[in-house]
């Protein structure tokens, strides 16, 4: 299929020598993408002069807004001493002090930080630890991982593996490797499963996954908190380790700093998987946050067959790590959470509008993370594409999950904002029944 000619010449550009990711370049051009120029607060401005409110946080990474003063300022600090310094083997200050400030705020016990640069390297990195760790511990047989149905943990091999599949990504089912898959948040009862499954399991299980709170990549299916409890005390009686995927929930999405603290003071992941709000929005970083017990089982001789051979080129980039300290720091200054829970609230209440509305089947929301599922009459064909085409025409950047259309407004947005994202999407909703009705 020829792509058209577009007529933005920044697209024709773009087209020419951008692959984008999970996007048919053969229509790209004819999907009217906005080419972002510059960015200012929760706004970005395209190469037209054009504004959006950026109802996507960047694709669920930016935190407090774009070109903050503050955290600016960090990288500027930071320039002028180091951009980057390897991991491997050596030290490096900005990430000493980043990984001090998050070793505090984790819901893991005597934990130690691995970083990474991506989301899936983070579960990679999980995955792999956990693995070893049996190994480690004489325990080969625990091989296994369990997993849920919907779930997503990134696009690397072994994270696509965990990944319930869906996106496209079925031709690379031949290169995933078997997990155990009890059903996902979409189920009811996938709790009473999947504890079920540990107890059956236990003796050749290495780990279970989950995103705690919100199957964020799936659609925005929601859990109950004391669900994840229940799991994670399953876990723990039966000594499977217990990996909470929060690089979507994370840095207060859901109105607490991870997802993971709604289940309980007694929810304690044995790995944490952080990535995109990490830096703020800033620059590529993320963390496995390993529990000391876990740690512990990899300490013995130097150059020894327990030592985690595993590194990535920019993990722990200092650049990264002084935003990301920065930008935790803002988030207590700020009292960021209480303004999360307001907001979200007063989001909760709008959004009951939307649930009523001919044309959308439910409203999922946690904190700030929110699915509106919409209900296309039979026949009608992209509906979550174009009704997010509409609200970008009306100035809000929004992209669709399918037929969900997603909301994840950066977590400092106002009641007003908010109001203006939901009177667009009603707008676009309205617009797109009425095309369909003629
Ligand atoms: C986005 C996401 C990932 C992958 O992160 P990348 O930075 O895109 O590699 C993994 N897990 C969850 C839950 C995510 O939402």
Known sequence: MAAPTPSDPWVARDAAVVWHGFTQMATYAGNVPVTVASAEGREVVDVHGNRYFDAISSLWVTTLGHRLPELDAAVIDQLGRVAHATLLGNGSVSVIEFAEALCAVVPVDAPHVLFGSDGAVAVEQALKVAF???????????????ALDGAY?????????????????????????????????????????AVAAVEDHADTLAAVVIEPLVQGASGMLVAEATDLTR??????????????????????????????????????????????????????????VVAGSVYEAFLGEDLGDRTFYHGHSYGGNALACAVALRHLQLLEEWDVLAHVRAVADHLGGRLAEVAALEGVAEVRRRGLMVGVELDPPPGASRWGRRVCAGAVRRGVLLRPLGDVVVLMPPLTSTADELDRVVDVLVAAIAEVRAEDAR
């Open 231 to 288: 799991l994670g005390e399953a876990c723990r009686a039966h000594g499977v380790l217990l990996i909470c995927d929060e690089v979507a929930t994370g840095f207060g999405r859901t109105g607490r700093l991870f997802a993971s603290e709604w289940a309980g003071p007694g929810f304690r992941p044995d790995l944490l998987c952080l990535g995109k709000g990490i830096s703020g929005g800033y620059l590529p970083l993320s963390a496995t």
């Open 153 to 193: 943990h990134g696009d690397t091999v072994g994270a696509l593996s965990l990944g319930a599949g869906g996106f496209g990504t079925t031709v690379f089912d031949p290169l995933r490797f078997p997990v155990l898959r009890t059903p996902g948040y979409a189920s009811a009862d996938w709790a009473a499963t």
């Open 132 to 146: 070893q760790y049996w190994v480690n511990r004489g325990e080969p047989r625990r091989h296994r991982f369990l």
